[in-house]
Nanobody, 124 residues
């Protein structure tokens, strides 16, 4: 059982930056791949970024490549999403999630555990 808690969301101007954090419970954090997803009202939940258990591999949606960076600190049981050059279209509720596998990490159904979400609003 894994419990996830996101933090760091808020209101930021276009072009600005935010750093989201996801704190995980448990003693087997490094065995889980971790992902970030986002969702806006009336839309499906979209993949943003993922990272392997060791941190050796990362994956990004085309829409955020070059702007967002996912990282993890296994000693702190924490995953981060550094978001730079933010755009209004990045506005969404952002969720972190844990996956026991290492494939198909862009698919929400692959993740067994989810956080409660944190709101990110980018103003213009």
């Amino acid at each position: 059982q894994v419990q996830l808690v996101e933090s760091g969301g808020g209101l930021v101007q276009a072009g600005g930056s935010l750093r989201l954090s996801c704190a995980a419970s448990g003693r087997t954090f490094s065995s889980y791949a971790m992902g970030w997803f986002r969702q806006v009202p009336g839309k499906e939940r979209d993949f943003v970024a993922a990272i392997s258990g060791s941190g050796g591999s990362t994956y990004y949606a085309d829409s955020v490549k070059g702007r967002f960076t996912i990282s993890r600190d296994n000693a702190k049981n924490t995953v981060y999403l550094q978001m730079n050059s933010l755009k209004p279209e990045d506005t969404a509720v952002y969720y972190c999630a844990a996956c026991s596998g290492s494939t198909y990490l862009t698919i929400p159904g692959q993740y067994a555990y989810w956080g409660q979400g944190t709101q990110v609003t980018v103003s213009s």
